[in-house]
């Protein structure tokens, strides 16, 4: 089945510092990629997605391309706020109409003045 | 901005009462979902819909059940509320094209605490 693997929080940064998310998955086919982000006290937002190998999507700074070759789709900054910090998911859907999101744990980041 | 609402979005009750969470959305979209999110933060499919008269159970085993009589409604309805029921719950819809692409639209949220 589908799976989607990404490192394990909290990841804590100072303001302005780089930032990646590892993201791994495990899918048939050729799966559309997608990031989510979840702010304190609210519900899930998309912040980006690849739906082929190499696309890369990008949103408020934030980017990720979909490598098939590593199956990876890491999530990176290249300078963050503390505005940024929020629980970050990766998810996963399969080419099948009837399929659902497969979503990583989550990973939390934390951004310090 | 996402019109999606999910009442109550706070809830501390006892154990053995009746519980439904609301969640209606005016986007007109036919899926919607509902997930239970762990303290740990992971995200399980409990229940889906692909329409009116359509409801599936997700990933997740839960004592839960929904009813999705009209398009913007989707609510969930515990019978009798268990402390291993505390959790966040939160819903989703998204349109034909979203559910094939994964775009969903989520509410904020409800966090049910069973005493």
């Known amino acids: 089945g589908n799976s989607v693997t990404q490192m394990e929080g909290p990841v804590t940064l100072s303001e302005e510092a780089f930032l990646t998310i590892n993201c791994t998955y495990t899918a048939t086919g050729y799966p559309s990629l997608f990031w989510y982000v979840q702010y304190p006290g609210e519900g899930l937002q998309l912040l980006l997605k690849a739906t082929k190998a190499d696309d890369k999507g990008s949103n408020k700074g934030f980017e990720a391309t979909y490598r098939k070759e590593t199956t990876s789709f890491h999530l990176e900054k290249g300078s963050v706020q503390v505005s940024d910090s929020a629980v970050y998911f990766c998810a996963l859907k399969d080419a099948s109409g009837y399929s659902t999101l497969t979503f990583g744990k989550g990973t939390m980041l934390l951004v310090s003045p | 901005e996402a019109d999606i609402y999910q009442t109550p979005r706070y809830l501390v009750i006892g154990t053995g009462k009746k519980i439904t969470l609301e969640c209606s959305q005016t986007?007109?979209?036919?899926?919607m979902y509902w997930y239970q999110q762990d303290p740990g933060m992971e995200l399980h499919l409990i229940h889906y819909s692909y329409g009116v008269n359509s409801t599936e159970k997700g990933d997740l085993s839960s004592e839960s059940t929904v009813s999705r009589i009209r398009t913007e409604h989707f609510p969930l309805t515990l019978e009798s509320a268990r402390p291993s029921h505390t959790s966040q719950y939160l819903c989703?819809?998204?349109?034909?094209?979203?559910?094939?692409?994964?775009?969903?639209?989520f509410g904020e949220g409800s966090r049910l605490t069973v005493l």
């Open positions: 989703a819809s998204s349109d034909v094209a979203g559910a094939n692409t994964g775009e969903l639209f």
């Open positions: 986007m007109g979209h036919d899926k």
